[in-house]
């Protein structure tokens, strides 16, 4: 993540990725477990056309990724069960 955000701000050029896995605190309790983000960087500029700072829009995709996952689960568990 942090490479692309320095390719960004070094470019300009915008930088994307899906389902990138974070480690992240837990409330409460503090443990580290692992949820997923798709996000977008973009370089903002400033009013002299100068690259002063980057946005970052990011949304969590866990729910999305562990479905995607079951679903391939699952597929493999069919396709078995039917060579048999």
Known sequence: MWHGLKQVYDTGRTHHADSVPVLVARPGD????ERFF???EQARY????QI???????YE???QVLARQQVQRLNLELTAANQE
Do not use: K
């Not at 400033?46 to 056309?49: K, L, S, T």
């Not at 002063?52 to 990011?58: K, L, N, R, T």
């Open 46 to 49: 400033n009013e002299h056309g």
């Open 30 to 33: 503090g443990v580290a477990e």
């Open 61 to 63: 995709v866990t729910d």
């Open 52 to 58: 002063d700072g980057i946005v970052v829009f990011a």
């Open 38 to 40: 798709t996000y977008i």
